[in-house]
């Protein structure tokens, strides 16, 4: 992906037109994804951690957007919850980042795919109380 290039979502242009930067894809695709039920936390790579450590390029966490001939390909890279069914919440991940990007942008999607990288087990000594 180019950081240059941008996605023209207008065809009628007598009053200009009408651009919207991936980066802009990333930011709604990872609010889309965090609103699902089941998702604890959006994940990036190393590379990402390290620039955001640094205090660059927070957003779009854990989403990558390939811009090609065919269309936009959008990976999602997240943990889940500890419990919840896997093929159940990816697909909701995808139908809620698909109707998101329907709605704001009214672009088409190619794909979306959704990488489960981690699932988080909550700490299940908070709940315990100490007989003294």
Do not use: C, W
């Amino acid at each position: 992906m180019e950081d240059k290039q941008l996605l023209n979502v207008s065809d009628d242009q007598t009053l200009g037109k009408v651009e919207i930067a991936p980066e802009v894809i990333e930011v709604i695709a990872g609010i889309a994804a965090n609103e699902v039920s089941g998702v604890a936390n959006m994940r990036g790579n190393l590379a990402s951690n390290v620039t955001e450590r640094f205090g660059k390029k927070k957003h779009g966490k854990g989403v990558k957007v390939d811009l090609s001939e065919e269309g936009i390909v959008i990976d999602v890279f997240t943990d889940l919850d500890y419990g919840v069914s896997i093929p159940t919440v990816a697909q909701k991940i995808q139908d809620s980042i698909r109707s998101t990007l329907k709605n704001m942008t009214a672009l088409e999607i190619l794909e979306i795919n959704v990488h489960v990288v981690g699932i988080q087990i909550e700490d299940r000594t908070e709940g315990i109380k100490e007989n003294d």
